[in-house]
């Protein structure tokens, strides 16, 4: 049975491939996209538990994809977690005033990014 969906939005595909398969080895659905204009056309009214973006992105970078799910009504209260190479304050704090509940800092440990994926996500 599956623990729930993640929406996992970075553009190298070998990040996406990492933490796809960190998530389903912890029986979690994955779904992927590979900047935010993608990921939102990707969000077609399925029940999605938590979102993992990147921040420095081409077409559409992850804080403007934070704003643009915030504004879906289906989607507004869904969890965003950060994972970015980003770890100055000011982009946390922006971050976090779009709407995103936790951030952490590539690369990761998978333990780590699991952890944090259990206490965030919508069933």
């Known amino acids: 049975m599956s623990q729930g969906t993640v929406l996992v939005v970075d ?13 389903k080895g912890a029986g979690y659905a994955v779904l992927e996209a590979s900047n935010g204009q993608d990921a939102l056309s990707k969000l077609t ?5 938590l979102m993992i973006t990147d921040i420095n992105m081409p077409i559409m970078d992850g804080i403007t994809f934070i704003k643009e799910v915030k504004k879906l009504p ?5 969890p965003i977690m ?6 100055q ?6 971050g976090q005033a779009a709407g995103a509940k936790a951030w952490i800092v590539k ?3 998978p333990p780590q990014l699991l952890t ?3 206490k965030l996500i919508q069933p």
Do not use: C, H, N, W
Not at 82 to 87: H, N
Not at 89 to 94: A, I, L, M, W
């Open 11 to 23: 553009d190298p595909a070998s990040i996406r491939q990492v933490v796809a398969m960190t998530l």
């Open 45 to 49: 009214d399925q029940k999605i538990g």
């Open 74 to 78: 289906r989607y507004k209260f869904t």
């Open 82 to 87: 950060v994972l970015s190479t980003e770890s």
């Open 89 to 94: 304050d000011g982009k946390k704090q922006e």
């Open 107 to 109: 690369p990761f440990q």
């Open 116 to 118: 944090a994926v259990s």
